[in-house]
């Protein structure tokens, strides 16, 4: 059985580390639709930890807390502060892929069928995450067009559609 105390206490690669990573990298980007790309993601992190938070909650877990295992307090340390564009994309890339890898075990450790699924929906949102900045990364390399850049804000849009 998965103990609800194992879902959140991953400082580095919580939801909330990621948003306010994000928000920080949006500031320091200069590309319009990256920026706003950031801050759409930014908010969705924060509405998976609210998710999980509600999970935790309804299995009897203990309230949400910012903590590592050790009990020690989330920190503005925790996030990548630089101003760099291309390592900014990097980092949010490796951010969600390791975020997606800590779901996946998370998913091997219960057999409840509602907490799969909403598992399922982090990954798969994690996995939208992480294409979606990777192409940013390649666009930025590559000094793509505006409308290579317009169309990142529409992909991630319609993979809202696809949730409804």
């Known amino acids: 059985m998965l103990d609800t105390t194992d879902i959140v206490i991953y400082v580095h690669d919580s939801e909330l580390s990621s948003s306010i990573q994000y928000l920080s990298h949006r500031s320091n980007m200069s590309n319009r639709y990256v920026r706003e790309l950031l801050g759409l993601i930014a908010a969705e992190e924060l509405g998976h930890m609210e998710i999980i938070s509600v999970a935790i909650n309804k299995l009897g877990g203990q309230s949400l807390t910012c903590t590592n295992s050790e009990g020690v307090p989330w920190a503005i340390d925790n996030i990548d502060q630089s ?7 990097k980092l949010d890339v ?37 294409r979606l900045l990777q192409k940013a990364l390649t666009l930025i390399r590559e ?14 849009k319609m993979s809202l559609q696809i949730l409804e």
Request: hydrophobic fraction near 35%; charge should be negative.
């Open 83 to 89: 101003a760099d564009v291309i390592n900014m994309l």
């Open 94 to 130: 490796q951010a969600e892929a390791r975020t997606s890898h800590l779901y996946h075990q998370h998913l091997e450790k219960t057999s409840d069928p509602n907490m799969k699924r909403m598992i399922n929906f982090l990954i798969g949102r994690e996995e939208v995450h992480k």
């Open 143 to 156: 000094t793509g067009s505006s409308e290579e850049f317009n169309a990142l804000i529409y992909d991630y």
